[in-house]
């Protein structure tokens, strides 16, 4: 079945550095946009940043720009997405998912992990 598993989340002090990754099984990669969400308590879901499968085409959130960088390795089914110069907004619960269609919209998104907890506080 289709799985998407989050991990590298937790505590870092503004001004630091986070590398999330998205491990998927379950369906060929390749054919698939993964994107990359946070929910901070009491706010919307929002798209962070989304991947295309081949040609790996690139769409960024306006408030992440400059700081965050997505990449994938189709070969290893993982999507990576580096977090550079976090700010405490940035601290939110980060979710992958999976997409025919190259958006920061979520309900674009089928299949989705269960999430991984990034805090950036000092």
């Known amino acids: 079945q289709v799985q998407l598993v989050e991990s590298g989340g937790g505590l870092v002090q503004p001004g630091g550095s986070l590398r999330l990754s998205c491990a998927a099984s379950?369906?060929?990669?390749?054919?698939?946009?993964i994107g990359w969400f946070r929910q901070a308590p009491g706010k919307q879901r929002e798209g962070v940043s989304c991947i295309s499968g081949s040609a790996g085409s690139t769409n960024y959130a306006d408030s992440v720009k400059g700081r965050f960088t997505i990449s994938r390795d189709n070969a290893e089914k993982m999507v990576y997405l580096q977090m550079n110069s976090l700010k405490p907004e940035d601290t939110a619960v980060y979710y992958c998912?999976?997409?025919?269609?190259?958006?920061?919209?979520?309900?674009?998104?089928?299949?989705w992990g269960q999430g991984t907890q990034v805090t950036v506080s000092s």
């Open positions: 998912a999976r997409s025919r269609v190259r958006s920061l919209a979520p309900n674009f998104y089928d299949y």
């Open positions: 379950g369906f060929t990669m390749d054919y698939y946009v």
